[in-house]
């Protein structure tokens, strides 16, 4: 199975903010990955899927980039409605995985 | 509007078996593969299984093999997910989701004595 390791594990910013969410993969494959956003008590929701392609909807401060085993999701500026924690996905091979999360919280 | 409503979620003991179902609503089902992702709580997203447009294809994470199976119903329009020997471990909150662009709410399923 392919691990996928994100970083950090959480951050804290403040609105206004750039901020960077790395995720890595055990073995190497094109541009088969998403992002999603949950927050609590809510259902995840996709934003990017393909790497960086931005889904209908999702705001573009969202934007994802990378291939290979490295990826990384930028939300530039960070608002408020944007604490909330990111996931990155695999679906290059089974079984589909997810990276362990990164909680992003409000300085 | 565009919906999965899963149901059957529960209490039940180690051993037990369950059935959990998902709604669909709002699009055409029958052109979208379908999964189930879990999430324990306060912990993150493991997807469990997966089932090709027409049920020819299914897929399934290794702890669950076996033990589980996806089923779908293209003309009521709902998933389905038969979990058998349950386990403590498979405690969690069970998403219904389609090609992981859509999800429902979840229903929870509790294994415990």
């Known amino acids: 199975a392919i691990r996928m390791t994100q970083s950090p594990s959480s951050l804290s910013a403040s609105t206004g903010d750039r901020v960077t969410i790395s995720c890595r993969a055990s073995?190497?494959?094109?541009?088969?990955l998403a992002w999603y956003q949950q927050k609590p008590g809510k259902a995840p929701r996709l934003l990017i899927s393909?790497?960086?392609t931005l889904q209908s909807g999702v705001p573009s401060r969202f934007s994802g980039s990378g291939s290979g085993t490295d990826f990384t999701l930028t939300i530039s500026p960070l608002q408020s409605e944007d604490f909330a924690t990111y996931y990155c996905q695999q679906y290059y091979s089974y079984p589909l995985t997810f990276g362990g999360g990164t909680k992003v919280e409000i300085k | 509007e565009v919906e999965l409503v899963e149901s059957g979620g529960g209490l039940v003991q180690p051993g037990e078996s369950l059935r959990l179902s998902c709604a669909a609503s709002g699009f055409t089902f029958s052109t979208y593969w379908m999964s189930w992702v879990r999430q324990a709580p306060g912990k993150g997203l493991e997807w469990v299984a997966n089932?090709?447009?027409?049920?020819?294809?299914?897929n399934y994470v290794d702890s669950v093999k076996g033990r589980f199976t996806i089923s779908r119903d293209n003309a009521k329009n709902s998933l389905s997910l038969q979990m058998n020997g349950l386990r403590v471990e498979d405690s969690a909150l069970y998403y219904c989701?389609?090609?992981?662009?859509?999800w429902g709410q979840g229903t929870l399923v509790t294994v415990s004595s």
């Open positions: 089932i090709k447009q027409d049920g020819s294809e299914k």
């Open positions: 073995q190497g494959f094109n541009n088969y």
């Open positions: 989701a389609r090609d992981l662009d859509l």
């Open positions: 393909a790497a960086s």
